[in-house]
């Protein structure tokens, strides 16, 4: 992940200054353990102003609104508390070029400032602190105690101190090319370590960027030709020029961004939707990963549990088959006590209906009755438990057939491509909390109509929208409140998948180009998604319905037609 260097809480605090100020705070929320959200209102809008701490993504940047949910930190309670209703007034550098800057409040624009907000971005390092106008610490994202060191404790009640000053030479556009040059090539060896030692606000991304922008290799020494420094110089020019006049080009990278316009891939007008889009993405595609680990772990840990429970079960009913055989020798036997003789360990005796010989098992401590009436117990104890088995596997098998169908919803998301891809899988994680497979002390629940609706949504060849479920809940919200009178409901026969809608006005017709799209769409997304082909039904939603009682994602069908869909023609 690319941190947020000099350059870049340059670019990004000369926006901010355009942008936010003045304006007043009207709230602050936080959204984990190393990120707020102060909402500042200015002239012409509300805005989300991010400040993060995060060891590998400290920013800060105009972002998302927050969620409505309720926010349990104190550490945003203690900032609204102090700063709630005053102007912030500037924003300035804590010190030249150190990655640290001054978020100042006043009751009022051109007054003097009552509140100073650092925000200190040093990767692990990181960190914001509030400070009163006499430089006291009131409180801070993260407090440094004398036992964690003894350079620069950072508690309330004590007074603020600027970081440690960096050792580094300044740059300096007065510098001599001749100079720079004698200053990198002073110890012989790779010109980006040289810059990175020599020099302060200097970033191991900034310095790769610079060598490629002048055509030189990221691992190229001192040892170059007068043409090569030549034109490294000319990008160090222009680096500190953009930063002295404030001029910036922002942009994707085919690895990252950049501030300063080098190895753009597509530009940007705004830096403030840049650094969100781009740490968002990155934080997002952890956590997507994260959960989606955790979630298939799970799944597999209880269905593999599951899968033991009803092959037990289903060993005992194929035992409670022989119930029959049981009464049928006790029959025998009791027809035939004649043939028992004392001390006997078996018996043959003749069926009555086929007439072929039929051994019994006899104890030979008890008479001919008796053994009859142990295998009548035997019978009765069999079918007893049949009646008994056969509801606990179905509703284990119920159970196993939920779960595969969240597995293939999981596995459709295969990889993060968006913020929908994550919300998809917290509403999984949700759905599981809630069906009692997970645990989660801080959960509540939500209401269907909380539901997203980021539903996937294609074209068919005729132009009709086909809607497709990305999880249980969204299947649950599309088939039975989303769909009308005239759609028509898809899902692959038998196997998990997706709930697919076709969406149709009244009075139309769909070719038959139509429903076989569709049908591909059903086909894919399910557990079958590998095979040549996949029987997929569709009906009318009028005949969908929901059982009593069932899990999410569940439904059954009637008048349903059969198309074989190809999943592979996508």
Not at 131 to 153: C, D, G, K, L
Not at 171 to 187: D, Y
Request: contains cysteine; neutral net charge.
């Amino acid at each position: 992940m690319q941190p947020v260097d000099f350059t870049t809480l340059t670019a990004s605090c000369s926006e901010l200054r355009t942008l936010m100020i003045p304006s007043r705070l009207e709230q602050v929320y936080q959204r984990d353990r190393h990120t707020i959200a102060i909402a500042l209102r200015t002239m012409k809008q509300r805005s989300w102003l991010e400040i993060s701490w995060h060891i590998q993504a400290a920013r800060i940047c105009i972002g998302n609104p927050p969620p409505r949910t309720p926010d349990t930190f104190t550490f945003s309670q203690q900032l609204v508390h102090q700063l709630g209703g005053l102007a912030l007034v500037a924003i300035e550098a804590i010190a030249p070029w150190e990655r640290a800057i001054d978020l100042q409040f006043a009751r009022r624009p051109g007054e003097s400032a009552l509140y100073h907000l650092y925000v200190e971005i040093m990767g692990k390092y990181s960190n914001v602190i509030l400070a009163n106008a006499s430089n006291i610490i009131i409180t801070a994202a993260h407090q440094v105690n004398q036992q964690q060191t003894s350079v620069r404790p950072i508690l309330t009640g004590q007074p603020y101190e600027k970081p440690p000053s960096l050792t580094g030479a300044i740059p300096s556009l007065s510098e001599s090319q001749q100079r720079w040059q004698e200053r990198l090539s002073l110890v012989p060896g790779a010109i980006k370590r040289q810059v990175f030692k020599s020099y302060r606000g200097i970033s191991s991304s900034l310095i790769e960027s610079m060598l490629i922008a002048a055509s030189l290799d990221p691992e190229s020494t001192t040892d170059i030709t007068a043409e090569d420094w030549q034109r490294l110089f000319q990008r160090w020019t222009e680096w500190l020029q953009a930063l002295e006049t404030q001029n910036f080009h922002p942009g994707w990278t085919s690895n990252g961004y950049t501030v300063l316009g080098w190895g753009t891939v597509k530009p940007v007008q705004n830096i403030q939707e840049l650094l969100n889009q781009y740490y968002t993405d990155q934080l997002n595609q952890q956590v997507f990963a994260q959960l989606r680990h955790q979630l298939s772990q799970k799944l597999n840990n209880i269905l593999e549990k599951l899968r033991q429970k009803a092959n037990t079960f289903l060993t005992r009913l194929q035992q409670s088959d022989r119930a029959d055989e049981y009464r049928q020798k006790a029959d025998l036997l009791m027809a035939h006590l004649q043939q028992w003789r004392v001390g006997m360990k078996e018996i043959i005796l003749n069926d009555f209906e086929t007439g072929a010989n039929v051994a019994i098992a006899l104890e030979p401590d008890k008479n001919a009755v008796q053994n009859a009436q142990n295998l009548y117990k035997q019978n009765q104890k069999l079918k007893r438990a049949r009646t008994a088995v056969e509801p606990l596997l179905a509703s284990v098998q119920a159970e196993i057939a939920y779960l595969e169908q969240v597995e293939a919803a999981i596995a459709q998301i295969d990889s993060y491509q968006s913020s929908e891809d994550l919300q998809t899988l917290e509403e999984i994680r949700e759905e599981l909390v809630q069906q009692r497979y997970l645990e989660d002390p801080e959960y509540k629940s939500r209401s269907a109509t909380e539901t997203s609706s980021n539903f996937h949504r294609y074209r068919t060849p005729s132009g009709f929208e086909v809607l497709i479920g990305r999880n249980n809940r969204q299947n649950d919200q599309l088939t039975f409140r989303v769909a009308g009178d005239y759609d028509l409901w898809f899902h692959a026969q038998e196997i998990p998948g997706s709930h697919v809608l076709l969406r149709l006005e009244p009075g139309a017709a769909p070719e038959s180009a139509d429903l076989q799209y569709t049908a591909n769409l059903a086909a894919y997304y399910s557990r079958g998604r590998q095979s040549d082909q996949v029987p997929v039904v569709y009906t009318q939603p009028k005949h969908v319905y929901k059982p009593k009682g069932a899990k999410p994602g569940i439904a059954i069908y009637k008048q349903e037609r059969i198309i074989w869909g190809k999943p592979h023609v996508l």
